[in-house]
């Protein structure tokens, strides 16, 4: 046990409730390394990591065969982070395999909706999203590529905040798409998310991709007047084909923001429509090249070889046997719109798609001096498990969030409750979107929405 | 965009490409799962795309802006690190089958 109150409590809570979500993959023992309360912004509070985020504690799977017993040498940057802001890591938090996923369903574990455990958590942070909405943790780590932390935030009824592509240093990350990857938290409530980020924000020198910019306070905005507050309201998102649920929860969102004295402007973003296409061909085609490296040489399992058997049978073994079945689809799509013959046709068509989106949103924030935009996070609330077997069906359900990893964007999903979208049970996200490192005013507007 | 089927050699030759292994029950779910992705990302040939840049990263900023690290040797993984990941190693080295004229497990 722990001698910090949190820490303890948390812990507690994960023995009684974990048996029935499987969110956890691993407790840190905390009785051997308990150094007190240090000083800072999250000084006791009791973090999980997500599995494909380094720890040289435990192991980092990544929820895969290829990487189970896989122990890392080195933290990554925002555990380090983390760790001086005081925040105590107390375990690492089940996913998707690879990241790749919408359900917690694919590799070696699933884990189960926090309220209603024969529905998906969502995915490919469920498990630190079910731990954060089943009230586990107050604050757990995510990675999002193409809506991995806000889908899953949505579905167990916490806040899950996208910061922009830059924002974080992604060093200590398992790779996924390098040019959508972002790590941020999930959380109990936007003023946690946000100091979450003061803690991991930040340039790099082992991130090259991290951007070099002076630090900010994140929460400075959360108790300030929001009536200057100009929010587009993306009319073309709230479609017949979302669960009635989603849209009156958007529709709904628009009006609470009126009411608080904020601008709402009705716009039309018909590029989004194209943006599942433009984005499965290139975080196909990322990942393919990124999980290359998997070749059963220099890490993980490798097959117990029978004699005569070439380093080109290690490489397909390990490979086969290594990775799930999504994760090997993946890369087969990923390598054939990379493949000669194929690569304009597709991957250089879907850049090209990419740079349309962002011209869009960049002409909208402009045009009506937005500060963000509010759509749906999810087409639906939770869904069953083993209910959407359909690859593509289930790509589909990541409509509304990879616009924001296309075009680099923060993003956040914000829990709506009402006693009209209450019906069922089930939580209901609304997601706000904003102008590149635009944090600060997006956390504000997300404020209002938990307000009641 | 070819309109053409997904043929079962594509997926053959593709899965070659990934080094990965079909049974060949499984090369005909691929083609048939893959085809309808492919099928579906068709959509973007609606995109009037003439004159777009290509765009491979969300930062276009200069590199200027960004933190590269000063060319300076440091510290990297150590052999006790690198015999904790890798499957195999002999000595420092990793150990791979034998690469020189096919066949032969281990070298």
Same mark, same amino acid.
Request: proline letters at 6%; charged letters at 25%.
């Given at each position: ?29 905390q ?25 040289t504690?435990?192991?980092?799977s ?61 995915g490919?942070?469920?498990? $630190?999203?079910?731990?954060?909405g089943?009230? *586990?943790? @107050?604050?757990a ?10 889908? @899953? ?19 200590g990350?398992? +790779?996924?798409a ?29 991130? *090259? ?43 709904? +969102? ?12 009705e716009?039309?973003? @018909? ?16 990942? $393919? ?34 990775f799930?079945?999504?994760v ?16 304009? +046709? ?21 045009a ?25 069906? *289930? ?11 296309? +075009? ?18 089930l ?26 | ?10 997926? =053959? ?25 492919? =099928? ?52 420092p080295?990793?150990?791979?089958? =034998? ?9």
């Open positions: 046990m722990s001698t910090l109150p949190q820490v303890e409590q948390s812990l507690a809570a994960i023995a009684e409730l974990d048996g029935d979500i499987h969110a956890i993959t691993q407790v840190f023992d009785s051997s390394a308990d150094p007190g309360a240090l000083p800072g912004e999250l000084s006791g509070v009791p973090v999980l990591v997500k599995d494909n985020i380094a720890t504690r435990g192991t980092t990544c929820n895969s065969g290829m990487l189970e017993n896989y122990e890392s040498p080195f933290d990554a940057t925002v555990v380090e982070r983390l760790r001086e802001a005081g925040a105590v890591v107390i375990g690492k938090a089940n996913m998707d395999e690879f990241a790749m996923g919408s359900s917690t369903e694919h590799g070696l574990r699933t884990t189960n909706h926090p309220t209603h455990h024969h529905c998906v958590p969502g490919s942070s469920g498990g $630190s999203a079910a731990a954060v089943a009230g *586990m943790v @107050p604050l780590l995510g990675s999002d590529t193409g809506g991995s932390i806000r889908q @899953p935030a949505a579905f167990c009824g916490c806040v899950g905040l996208k910061p922009t592509y830059g924002r974080v240093s992604r060093f990350l398992v +790779a996924f390098s040019s959508l990857d972002q790590i941020g938290p999930l959380a109990s409530s936007v003023e946690i998310a946000s100091q979450c980020l003061n803690a991991i924000a930040g340039p790099d020198s082992k991130d *090259m991709t991290s951007v070099r910019r002076d630090p900010e306070n994140f929460a400075r905005y959360l108790s300030e007047d929001t009536s200057s507050l100009r929010v587009g309201l993306v009319t073309s998102c709230l479609t017949d084909d979302n669960d009635e649920r989603i849209n009156l929860a958007v529709r709904n +969102a628009a009006k609470r923001f009126e009411r608080m004295g904020a601008t709402i402007v716009i039309e973003l @018909p590029s989004l429509h194209y943006a599942i296409s433009s984005y499965y061909i290139i975080a196909a085609a990322e990942a $393919s090249s990124n999980l290359a490296r998997f070749d059963g040489v220099r890490y993980g399992t490798r097959p117990s070889l029978e004699g005569g058997e070439s380093l080109e049978d290690l490489y397909e073994r390990a490979r086969t046997e290594g799930g079945e999504e090997r689809r993946r890369i087969m799509l990923g390598t054939y719109v990379l493949s000669a013959g194929y690569y304009d +046709a597709y991957y250089t068509k879907a850049l090209r798609a990419r740079r349309k989106i962002r011209n869009e949103f960049d002409g909208a924030f402009c009506h001096e937005l500060h963000t935009m509010l759509l749906p996070t999810t087409p639906t609330p939770a869904f069953e498990r083993g209910s959407i077997q359909d690859p593509l069906n *289930m790509y589909l359900q990541d409509i509304y969030t990879v616009p924001a990893n296309l +075009a680099g964007l923060p993003a956040i999903s914000v829990p709506w409750i009402d006693k009209e979208t209450e019906r069922g049970g939580p209901v996200g609304v997601q706000l979107m904003s102008p590149m490192f635009a944090e600060a005013r997006m956390l504000q507007a997300a404020s209002v929405l938990e307000k009641d | 965009m070819s309109h053409d089927e997904l043929a079962l050699d594509d997926v =053959k030759r593709v899965a070659r490409l990934a080094r990965l292994r079909l049974t060949d029950e499984q090369a005909r779910r691929y083609r048939v799962e893959l085809g309808a992705v492919l =099928k579906h990302v068709e959509e973007l040939d609606q995109m009037d795309l003439d004159g777009v840049e290509p765009m491979h990263s969300p930062i276009d900023a200069p590199v200027s802006m960004q933190e590269l690290a000063d060319d300076q040797p440091r510290p990297s993984l150590t052999g006790n690190d690198l015999e904790r990941i890798a499957p195999e190693m002999d000595g080295y990793l150990r791979v089958p =034998k690469v020189i004229s096919g066949g032969g497990a281990s070298a």
